[in-house]
């Protein structure tokens, strides 16, 4: 990791085998952060059979403030979200969202609460418009992941009846008022598609911290 002159403010770990034919998936919790190095704890989600060891790639985000503006709306959740303004491609909305210390839209999504606190804050943006979602079977086809690299569970599903369709170019996935829908990566003109950007509340964490010692 870098060397900071302090510790973090946060920081979000993902793991998946370097291996990437494995199907094995992991969730990744820090336990305990310095400014040189942090303890984490790895989960693994399948079956713990059948392995001896495992090369693995992590992927670390290093939160150094908590200074973001004002233009994310904090539903309580633990997380921040805020909608990229203009109609957008897939992997460009992925980006861009990377690029605000964030990623699609996992965790509000799968909260039925929030999900709604977001579209109807945002009702009169989303009017006739969709949002990207960060989930893709773009590695494998048919195996849906979420962009923090672990599956999607059977109770977090809102597939519309018929979806996901099986069309091979579908490898993406935008949510509506009602359900998700698998969709062509690229056709952004199509769907009438936005980016919604998802990434931790430092303030709400911090606070909470606070409260603790």
């Known amino acids: ?27 990744v919790k820090v336990d305990k952060m310095f400014h040189d190095s942090a303890i984490v704890e790895i989960e693994r989600l399948d079956s713990t059979l059948g392995w001896d060891w495992m090369s693995l790639t992590f992927q670390f985000t290093i939160y150094t403030s ?16 805020k909608f990229l303004p203009n109609e957008t491609i897939h992997s460009r909305a992925r980006d861009d969202c990377e690029e605000l210390g964030g990623w699609l839209i996992i965790y509000g999504e799968i909260d039925d609460t929030v999900r ?20 893709t079977d ?20 809102r597939w ?26 690229i056709r952004d003109n199509k769907y009438n598609t936005l980016g919604l950007c998802e990434r931790p509340d430092l303030e709400q964490k911090n606070n909470r911290n606070n409260n603790q010692t």
């Open 1 to 27: 990791m870098v060397c900071l002159p302090s510790t973090p403010y946060a920081l979000v770990v993902k793991a998946k085998p370097t291996n990437t034919s494995l199907p094995h998936k992991f969730r």
């Open 116 to 135: 709604e606190q977001l579209k109807n804050q945002y009702r009169s943006l989303l009017n006739n418009k969709n949002y990207w979602i960060g989930l």
């Open 138 to 157: 773009i590695d494998e086809e048919g195996k849906w992941i979420w962009d923090d690299w672990t599956p999607v569970t059977s109770s977090q599903m």
């Open 66 to 81: 908590d200074e973001i503006g004002d233009d994310w709306y904090r539903p309580g959740n633990g997380y921040l979200y």
């Open 160 to 185: 519309k009846e018929g979806e996901p369709n099986g069309q091979k170019i579908a490898n993406c996935v935008i949510s509506t008022r009602h359900a998700w829908y698998d969709v062509n990566c």
